[in-house]
């Protein structure tokens, strides 16, 4: 069993940045593929970036392209999200997720995922 806590959201204004973390517990995260999803008021949970457990291949969403990186330190057991340029629409629940997977697979659906974390808040003022 794998339990994720996200730590790192809040309340910033329009253009500036934020880093969320994701801390992984239970067992290693060693050889699991991760992921960063949202979800806004009334809306469906949608997918913002992932990262494969080899070699580190990245995918993000194209809404947060050039602007969200996501990084992992697999001696930490803990995943990141870099978050600049901050939009109002970037305002949601941030959730972190992950799934067991060796391989360079970069994880985009949510389904996929067996662990998630509680979610953090981040929201963004105009």
């Known amino acids: 069993q794998v339990q994720l806590v996200e730590s790192g959201g809040g309340l910033v204004q329009a253009g500036g940045s934020l880093r969320l973390s994701c801390a992984a517990s239970?067992?290693?995260?060693?050889?699991?593929?991760m992921g960063w999803f949202r979800q806004a008021p009334g809306k469906e949970r949608e997918f913002v970036s992932a990262?494969?457990?080899?070699?580190?291949?990245?995918n993000y969403a194209d809404s947060v392209k050039g602007r969200f990186t996501i990084s992992r330190e697999n001696a930490k057991n803990t995943l990141y999200l870099q978050m600049n340029s901050l939009k109002p629409e970037d305002t949601a629940v941030y959730y972190c997720?992950?799934?067991?997977?060796?391989?360079?697979?970069?994880?985009?659906?949510?389904?996929?995922?067996?662990?998630w974390g509680q979610g953090t808040q981040v929201t963004v003022s105009s």
């Open positions: 239970g067992r290693s995260a060693a050889g699991f593929a």
């Open positions: 997720a992950a799934t067991v997977s060796r391989t360079v697979a970069v994880i985009l659906t949510p389904e996929e995922y067996t662990y």
């Open positions: 990262i494969s457990w080899l070699r580190a291949y990245t």
